[in-house]
């Protein structure tokens, strides 16, 4: 009972504050361009900033595991190597391959992940997850760069790929994190506080820029797609991945990070690149709606599992 407690009490806030942004949306209190620079707020500073406080006060003794880490990224470029392979073979619509690809492959780590983690450990307990997500944004966004342009027919530069690495926000903020941390700078009691305040506004904002994402139109005309991809997502890759991880003797936050890195829904940006580079944006957007919802469930069954066979 007290394991159903903690999944409870660490899912239902983030559910309730998605529903808040989509009632916000259709309430038409903020506007889908008002809520699109609400996420682009989220992406490129307040994420960033909520990554840099993690580090920055953590310790870093124990926050480093670099077997978990290399876990994580032979883990995840396997997946994405086999769904290359794999989707075009079984979507024969090229823009929809590709989306169902970059839906498949890259996950909501920060928007749902960083909460959950700290609802499930504690804040005090980020910086193993922190770092993780930081190793893993400059690996999954040129590959995601690659997929749409490689499946597209265009020629795939190095010169992009490199500029997506060293432009990762998440990493940015990472790496000043552990410069800062490393090297003892002390931040003014001014800059700390302004921080504070944006690290303690991360997680409503970011959930409720989620809700307000959600558009559930094209079901029926993607049912198929949808449906192969969010079980695929949410349910088969998890499932796969974290048995790997449990066989190999990650255990506590390593396995919750783990959990919640493979096991969270299509990334907001998934959208993003279906509309800059190719693919299909209205696949895309249900991808992350339906993908979301459901993670809701799996997420819970997957958290309640590992308490109940104390390996979290």
């Not at 400059?138 to 265009?154: C, K, L, Q, T």
């Not at 509309?275 to 696949?283: F, R, V």
């Not at 991808?287 to 599992?305: A, K, P, Q």
Request: aromatic share 12%.
């Amino acid at each position: 009972m007290e394991n159903l407690q903690l999944c409870f009490n660490a899912i239902v806030p983030l559910l309730l504050l998605m529903f808040l942004g989509y009632g916000l949306k259709r309430l038409h209190v903020i506007t889908a361009e008002g809520f699109h620079a609400l996420d682009s707020l989220c992406f490129k500073i307040v994420i960033p900033v909520m990554l840099f406080y993690n580090i920055y006060t953590a310790d870093l003794s124990t926050g480093f595991h670099p077997g978990a880490i290399l876990f994580m990224e032979c883990a995840l470029v396997l997946t994405c190597l086999g769904f290359f392979f794999i989707v075009p073979r079984r979507v024969s619509n090229r823009d929809d391959a590709i989306t169902v690809i970059h839906g498949l492959c890259h996950g909501n780590l920060a928007v749902l992940g960083l909460p959950l983690i700290a609802n499930l450990f504690g804040e005090n307990n980020m910086a193993i997850y922190s770092i993780m997500v930081a190793c893993y944004s400059p690996v999954i966004n040129p590959m995601m760069v690659f997929e749409h342009e490689y499946f597209a027919g265009n020629r795939v530069a190095p010169a992009k790929l490199l500029k997506n690495i060293v432009t990762s926000p998440f990493l940015i903020g990472t790496l000043c994190g552990i410069l800062f941390k490393a090297l003892r700078i002390p931040l003014p009691g001014v800059v700390l506080s302004s921080v504070v305040s944006v690290r303690n506004m991360a997680t409503p904002l970011c959930l409720v820029a989620l809700g307000g994402s959600f558009y559930f139109t094209d079901l029926a005309r993607y049912k198929k797609e949808v449906s192969l991809a969010v079980f695929l997502r949410c349910v088969a890759i998890p499932a796969v991945i974290l048995a790997a991880a449990a066989l190999l003797g990650f255990r506590g936050i390593v396995l919750a990070s783990l959990m919640v890195i493979f096991a969270s829904p299509s990334a907001t940006a998934t959208y993003s690149f279906c509309s800059s580079y190719s693919g299909s944006a209205t696949l895309a957007a249900q991808l992350v709606v339906y993908s979301s919802l459901l993670s809701i469930l799996t997420l819970f069954l997957w958290m309640f599992s590992f308490l109940q066979l104390r390996l979290i």
